[in-house]
């Protein structure tokens, strides 16, 4: 794993490990939301919102763009890939473990 | 190929992998056993590791590093938990600091190693459960089936 990748992966482990964040990043991924339409959802002040949906951008889960007066925030689907892809990533360093294994046991046979 | 099965079970956060090694258990137990044997089969493929602290008892740290294609060095241990010689071993599995001090801001699966004889050979299960973080679930349920619409249901399931 690259360090950059390692970097990334630290940062959408941090962006999703609180609830609230969990909850935007669902709704942004339905459709498209207004920061303050999201802010409603929550008992918490739209700054701790607007927190959030920049720690989730910051992650490369979920991207910003301004619409007039408003603050729009809809989920990054290759950033979800990317997340996927680690999970990938780990299933394939346990079967290149057990490949290696296997080829140490081969190579005693022969 | 001596994988013979790989499951997820995203309610235990865990990936149980199945193989079947052509060895006796205390053969494959040999392996883990011995550092410079370790070493030979830890680390993927472009990214040799080196195994510097191995002490493989309860309580015990098993330190490495990787070395990437431009010389870069990534540092990982294992905190040895459960030891059940030649059977199966526990350990948490983590990314370390330089000085092989384990890094805990980085998220640490936990992995049961269990070897059992089957005929002249060992059946072999790797259960790796991912660190108790809410995020790493997410990932987890986000990984397993293509295509947004299923990912927000998988969401939805685990927010509900």
């Given at each position: 794993m690259q360090e950059g990748e390692e970097d990334q992966a630290d940062a959408w482990f941090r962006a999703l490990s609180d609830r609230t964040r969990r909850d935007i990043l669902r709704r942004a991924l339905a459709e498209e939301q207004s920061v303050s339409a999201l802010a409603?959802?929550?008992?918490?002040s739209l700054t701790a919102v607007q927190k959030h949906v920049a720690a989730l951008e910051r992650a490369g889960l979920l991207r910003r763009r301004r619409s007039g007066r408003e603050t729009l925030a809809r989920a990054d689907v290759d950033g979800l890939r990317a997340a996927a892809r680690l999970l990938e990533e780990l299933e394939r360093r346990g079967r290149e473990h057990i490949d290696r294994i296997d080829e140490l046991l081969d190579s005693e046979g022969e | 190929m001596p994988v013979t099965d790989i499951t997820h079970d995203l309610d235990a956060r865990t990936i149980t992998i199945t193989a079947r090694f052509a060895a006796p258990v205390e053969r494959i137990w040999q392996i883990y056993a011995d550092p410079r044997q370790l070493e030979q089969v830890w680390g993927p493929e472009g990214y040799p590791a080196t195994v510097v602290d191995h002490d493989l008892r309860p309580g015990g740290l098993v330190t490495y590093y990787m070395t990437g294609p431009e010389g870069e060095r990534f540092p990982g241990y294992w905190k040895v938990?459960?030891?059940?010689?030649?059977r199966s071993f526990s350990y948490e599995d983590g990314f370390a600091h330089e000085d092989f001090t384990?890094?805990?801001e980085l998220p640490v699966s936990t992995c049961v190693s269990t070897f059992t004889a089957d005929g002249d050979g060992t059946r072999a299960v790797y259960v790796t459960t991912f660190a108790d973080r809410e995020g790493l679930q997410t990932v987890l349920d986000m990984g397993v089936e293509e295509g947004t619409r299923s990912a927000m249901n998988q969401i939805d399931a685990l927010i509900a």
């Amino acid at each position: 794993m690259q360090e950059g990748e390692e970097d990334q992966a630290d940062a959408w482990f941090r962006a999703l490990s609180d609830r609230t964040r969990r909850d935007i990043l669902r709704r942004a991924l339905a459709e498209e939301q207004s920061v303050s339409a999201l802010a409603r959802n929550y008992p918490i002040s739209l700054t701790a919102v607007q927190k959030h949906v920049a720690a989730l951008e910051r992650a490369g889960l979920l991207r910003r763009r301004r619409s007039g007066r408003e603050t729009l925030a809809r989920a990054d689907v290759d950033g979800l890939r990317a997340a996927a892809r680690l999970l990938e990533e780990l299933e394939r360093r346990g079967r290149e473990h057990i490949d290696r294994i296997d080829e140490l046991l081969d190579s005693e046979g022969e | 190929m001596p994988v013979t099965d790989i499951t997820h079970d995203l309610d235990a956060r865990t990936i149980t992998i199945t193989a079947r090694f052509a060895a006796p258990v205390e053969r494959i137990w040999q392996i883990y056993a011995d550092p410079r044997q370790l070493e030979q089969v830890w680390g993927p493929e472009g990214y040799p590791a080196t195994v510097v602290d191995h002490d493989l008892r309860p309580g015990g740290l098993v330190t490495y590093y990787m070395t990437g294609p431009e010389g870069e060095r990534f540092p990982g241990y294992w905190k040895v938990l459960e030891v059940d010689e030649p059977r199966s071993f526990s350990y948490e599995d983590g990314f370390a600091h330089e000085d092989f001090t384990p890094n805990t801001e980085l998220p640490v699966s936990t992995c049961v190693s269990t070897f059992t004889a089957d005929g002249d050979g060992t059946r072999a299960v790797y259960v790796t459960t991912f660190a108790d973080r809410e995020g790493l679930q997410t990932v987890l349920d986000m990984g397993v089936e293509e295509g947004t619409r299923s990912a927000m249901n998988q969401i939805d399931a685990l927010i509900a």
